[in-house]
């Protein structure tokens, strides 16, 4: 019996398997620092990559992650709101831009060229799109009022109190009034639901609650919506503490 030609089996070796990828087309060679994007075919993958990055020394790896409107292509096809981008920069200068829209594999991605180098994932919204001027604004009066929909909060550091508005349907107004001295502590939350991100700063009322037995009650100060990875964080930090400052209690949550 004939051996196989040796330029068959050398093709055999390095034809690439489903347990070689990484995710969605990405292979990453931990110890040749060498990373590779092979295209999908209707049997399987392609046998050559079609891009091949071998990596030198890394400084940083940043995961962007940020959402926009919905989009075309010149085609017509609708492009995914949501977006990612990876930036891994070489030390000396110069990095390697990879934008991967499937958000399960960038992480296993930029999880596995980290963990590769000793480094940590820096986690960071739209690249150079942070837009500050989120805050709620101040009334003629000077005090902060924010509105969502149906509810008005009014924040009155003169009366020091927090006064919340609601419309009722299918009309009239019910009000709620709570003054600085019933607010135990604020708390800052960011949640991300689709495509869109709210920041809500909450003012934690009534007496400390035991251990299992949850908030005895809390108000919206308040909030902001947008489009994630475009609102800076770091304002609605220091907004937070603001006005932990102002009610002489602690801020926790959102890394306040």
């Known amino acids: 019996m004939m051996s196989p030609p040796i330029h068959s089996a050398i093709l055999r070796a390095v034809m690439p398997e489903e347990r070689d990828f990484l995710c969605s087309g990405w292979i990453w060679d931990a110890v040749m620092r060498e990373l590779r994007f092979h295209a999908r075919t209707r049997k399987g993958w392609k046998d050559e990559p079609e891009q091949v990055e071998r990596l ?74 942070r837009q500050p001027g989120n805050l709620p604004s101040r009334d003629e009066m000077g005090r902060l009022v924010t509105r969502s929909g149906k509810v008005e909060v009014t924040f009155d550091e003169t009366t020091r109190e927090i006064v919340e508005t609601r419309r009722r349907f299918p009309f009239g107004k019910s009000r709620r009034s709570v003054s600085f001295a019933e607010v135990r502590r604020l708390e800052l939350t960011l949640e991300v639901q689709g495509s869109l991100e709210t920041f809500t700063l909450w003012a934690l009322l ?23 990875g475009w609102a800076d964080p770091e304002e609605w930090r220091e907004f937070a503490r603001e006005m932990g400052r102002s009610l002489r209690v602690e801020v926790t949550g959102a890394d306040a």
Request: aromatic share 6%; charged share 20%.
């Open 56 to 129: 030198r020394t890394v400084s940083s790896v940043t995961w962007h992650r940020w959402s926009q409107a919905p989009m075309q292509t010149a085609t017509g096809q609708a492009m995914s709101s949501n977006m990612s981008r990876i930036v891994v920069a070489y030390e000396g200068g110069g990095d390697l831009t990879i934008n991967e829209t499937d958000r399960a594999c960038a992480e296993k991605l930029t999880g596995a060229i980290a963990e590769s180098y000793g480094l940590e994932v820096v986690a960071e919204g739209a690249p150079g799109g």
């Open 206 to 228: 009534g007496p400390e609650e035991e251990p299992g037995t949850g908030p005895s009650g809390r108000m919206p100060i308040a909030s902001y919506q947008g489009y994630e």
